[in-house]
């Protein structure tokens, strides 16, 4: 067995709010003890394969998604997390095309700093956004030793999260971290449980993935996110990873099956040539070859309720005084760019989803989105890149 698959086992905690609240309702602790609600493992039937998850094509505003969960009693948090909406999809067609996958768990890799030996080939899928240090170490030392890693996810490892009770518990504080965590100002302060693109931990994702959610944001979720094609935009049809696809410069990877939807990550970019590149001042390396691209934005603080009816729900967000939203946008502007002045937010206003790939000791791929799940099974030229993937990074 050479490919090993690691369930996103740390989101589904960070989300679950069986017996309480979880890290979206101001709760900085969370366990693993507790049951998964309704809805994480398996969901009701739906008139559309796409409404039981977090976007689909045709629901602007999410209002339909929505009526689905009210209708059905299946916990509103289970459509951003859980093993229904990404690695079964992506489990059920590795293994339909004769893959053979091991699999682990978060925790597995927290606490075992060997559990990646004898692979050749890691992967993360769909929504993949809490990390521990240790987490951290295992993925970044198996590809430093000469392991490959492929990140067909989003939104990955942006929060930095401390486990406790041997592992039976997970903190994080998220944006109120600098504030709240009490290991600020400690010699662990890089451990603080927030994210993972701040000064405090100087360690950001970008050096894990070579991409990072504060540089792209959402796609097709909410009306204050671009709906795009549902495709990524082909900068090099040379590369080894669209071997095989018939894709030209210019052309749109994914579109059909909405590939590029819900969360994506990217990094600083500049043309060269015409073709972007990565600028390296968000910690991408400057060896990360950009693949592919489609436009993302990070929700605002002028986000409104109507623009995401969902966010109204009780116990979900609380609306500001002035009925905005609270956002993402101006948290990455501050916490990461240091203030909030309009120079400083538009650095992080306009993104990118980014599909590339880079080397250190072994080769690291990542697709920059939750959601290239869905176009497996559906999209020939989807199935051939994760195809030049599996046959390249696990040989």
Known sequence: ?????????????????????????A??????????????????????????????PGDPDMSAWLEYFVAHGVDPWCGAAGWFNWERRFVAWAEGAGHRLDYLTSVDLHTRADALDGYRLY???????????????????????????AFFSGNTAFWQVRFERDARTMRCWKDLAPDHDPVVGTPDERRMSGLWSHPR??????????????RAGYVRAGGAAPAGTGGYIVHRPEHWAFEGTNLHYGDVLGAGPVV??????????????????????????????VLASAPAQLWSNTLRTDDVPLLMRPGVYTPNDDGTVPAELEVVALQIGGDLRPETIAKFAHGHCVMGTFDRGGTVFTTGCTDWAYGLGHDPQVDRVTENVFARLSR
């Open 1 to 25: 067995m050479t490919i090993v698959l690691a369930l996103s086992t740390t989101t589904w905690c960070a989300y679950n709010d069986w017996g309480g609240p979880n890290l979206y309702m």
């Open 27 to 56: 709760a900085p602790l969370v366990s693993f003890d507790r049951p998964l609600p309704k809805g994480f493992l398996d969901r009701p039937a739906a008139p559309n394969d796409r409404l039981a998850n977090v976007t689909m």
């Open 123 to 149: 992967v993360s899928v769909g929504h993949d956004e809490y990390w521990s240090w240790e987490m951290r170490d295992t993925v970044e030392g198996f590809v430093g030793r000469g392991g490959n890693a």
């Open 201 to 214: 931990i100087e360690r950001p994702e970008n050096e894990l993935t070579g991409v990072t959610f504060a």
């Open 260 to 289: 590029v939807s819900y969360e994506a990550d990217g990094c600083a970019l500049a043309l060269e040539n015409g073709r972007p590149v990565p600028t390296g001042e968000d910690g991408t390396p400057k060896s990360f070859v």
